[in-house]
């Protein structure tokens, strides 16, 4: 096993969108990345290579169904395995399903909790003695909508709740080694054909014109919130950093 002289940082779900934006924010500030995916193989494969085009033996992927909680220590291990060290880990990764009350099942009660809660506070588990080691830091993104309900999705804002209430917990429990912070994003990129309300462009521009800065952001913005708790915020621990343009300001 070698042992990586750059910073190390395990990202879920980064084959695409927020999560990709995420790996390439901290690889230009001289992290070697795990990209984790889990149907994203193709983007994932093609976003190591465009970051190992840029220094060698500095992206890996490692494919997983974070459901499946015997692979959880597995993906741990393996990033030890190739990397010999963890300094960041970052739960991104999420499922963000229409839920009503009435025709709700226990499968997607199960598939919910374990995506948006259970897998980060297993992987946190299993990286918890290589974070330590570093005096590292953990990110997880939750979703401003945890203290504005949105309608329909009630199994998603429980779930992003509990990891919400993760983050403060664990910030108390892991310290002084690890620290343990959440960014939650507003609009930011909109859902890809999952049903949700938000997915309509009349809804879109709604939202828009209640956010005070009047435009979504960016995957990039919420990447470098993410380095900066990683890299530069080495006070604060315990804290949701809102990216939401104003949104939760205004009725």
């Excluded at 060290?85 to 909790?113: C, E, I, K, M």
């Excluded at 919400?164 to 994003?185: D, G, K, S």
Aim: charged share 20%; proline share 4%.
């Amino acid at each position: 096993m070698k042992t990586s002289t750059a910073p190390v940082a395990l990202i879920t779900g980064a084959g695409k969108r927020i999560g990709a934006a995420i790996a390439r924010e901290l690889h230009a500030r001289g992290f070697s990345v795990v990209i984790h995916c889990h149907r994203s193989r193709a983007e994932a494969d093609a976003l190591a290579a465009d970051l190992n085009g840029l220094r060698n033996d500095s992206a890996v992927v490692m494919q997983a169904d974070l459901a499946d909680l015997d692979a959880l220590p597995v993906l741990i291990d393996t990033c030890i395995t190739h990397f010999g060290r963890l300094d960041a880990l970052v739960n991104n990764a999420s499922t963000f399903d229409v839920t009503r009350v009435g025709s709700t099942s226990a499968t997607q009660w199960d598939a919910a909790f374990a995506a948006n809660a259970r897998a980060p506070y297993f992987l946190v588990q299993a990286a918890q003695p290589h974070l330590a080691a570093q005096g590292g830091s953990i990110v997880n993104l939750v979703d401003v909508y945890v203290d504005r309900p949105l309608r329909d999705h009630t199994l998603y804002l429980m779930a992003k709740s509990a990891l919400q209430a993760m983050t403060r917990a664990l910030a108390v429990e892991l310290a002084p080694t690890i620290r343990v912070n959440a960014v939650a994003p507003g609009a930011i990129l909109w859902p890809e054909n999952n049903g949700a309300a938000d997915a309509d462009e009349s809804y879109q521009a709604g939202i828009i014109a209640r956010t005070p800065l009047k435009r979504a952001g960016t995957a990039e913005e919420i990447a470098k919130a993410v380095a900066w708790l990683i890299t530069e915020a080495t006070f604060t621990t315990g804290e949701t950093l809102r990216l939401d343009g104003g949104r939760m300001l205004v009725p």
